[in-house]
């Protein structure tokens, strides 16, 4: 099968695009890491597929899978180059739009620098609805909210870390660190990831607070590794800085790939991301029936 394709980038995250308006591509989750693969296919950390309104008053829906061939609730970075993809396409003309994920409905908008902002909806901090499993922990509280202890092994020598968790519509547990750029990202990245106290899995932040208004970020996505931005990492981390009393409501986010600006008034409201959505190019692809 022979498909078209956009790949895309926001601040270093980069996509695969996918128009399925017309009609449904149907692929497999070993065609999705087929696509991902940046040896043998495209190459991105999540594949972002435009599927027509399932609903009166959306305008679209947005399905992530990651590069493992996984579907996954939500892509902040992702949303922002879905917003471009649907006006470059034509399939809009509108500035902002109402699009349908896996957790609820997000609202990106363009704006007239050429960003795009993401009204991201409101953080989750109940541990079942992130899923965190708490039976037998106690939280630490810390400036009016809390952090979790958990430990990274089974062994008396395994490390400990202090995590702040929530949810973006996908589930974070981020850590503030010293410096980023020695923080144990490859090693505690895969052992926070796959923490059994998370049954649907973790995306993994170690934040470095460089004041109350700049922060530095490494995010190790669920089911895609390390990547050079996560903007629903972003959100969570900034999110979790001003409850922590660390931060104010809004945030420049230094990633490796560029920079997001984060903005959370608190309390129900929503998170608002800001940040660039570049197309790199376009192409066609011949995908294996048993990618």
């Not at 363009?110 to 902002?117: E, F, H, K, L, Y």
């Amino acid at each position: 099968m022979r498909i078209r394709f956009t790949k895309m980038q926001g601040a270093g995250n980069d996509f695969v695009v996918l128009d399925e308006t017309r009609h449904p591509m149907g692929l497999s989750a070993g065609q999705y890491r087929f696509l991902a693969d940046r040896h043998f296919g495209v190459g991105a950390d999540q594949i972002l597929s435009v599927r027509p309104s399932p609903a009166e008053g959306i305008d679209f829906q947005y399905v992530i899978h990651n590069a493992d061939g996984g579907e996954v609730e939500q892509c902040g970075n992702g949303a922002r180059c879905f917003m471009r993809f649907v006006r470059e396409q034509g399939l809009t003309g509108k500035d902002s739009v109402r699009v349908q994920t896996l957790s609820g409905v997000i609202e990106p908008r363009m704006g007239d620098d050429g960003r795009v902002t993401v009204d991201m909806g409101a953080p989750i901090f109940e541990p079942q609805r992130v899923p965190f499993d708490t039976a037998g922990l106690d939280p630490q509280q810390d400036n009016g909210w809390h952090t979790w202890h958990l430990a990274l092994g089974t062994h008396a020598e395994s490390a400990k870390v202090s995590l702040a968790v929530l949810s973006m519509g996908n589930p974070h547990a981020v850590q503030i660190v010293a410096d980023v750029d020695t923080a144990p990202v490859a090693k505690q990245g895969p052992a926070i990831e796959h923490h059994p106290r998370f049954p649907q899995r973790v995306n993994a932040g170690f934040m470095q607070i460089v004041d109350r208004t700049h922060v530095r970020l490494r995010v190790f996505e669920r089911g895609a590794g390390e990547t050079l931005a996560c903007g629903t990492g972003a959100c969570a981390a900034v999110v979790a800085g001003i409850r922590l009393g660390r931060l104010d409501y809004r945030v420049d986010v230094q990633t490796r790939g560029g920079l997001l600006t984060i903005e959370w008034a608190g309390g129900n409201a929503p998170v608002l991301m800001t940040g660039p959505a570049v197309t790199v190019f376009e192409g066609d692809i011949e995908v294996p029936d048993a990618a």
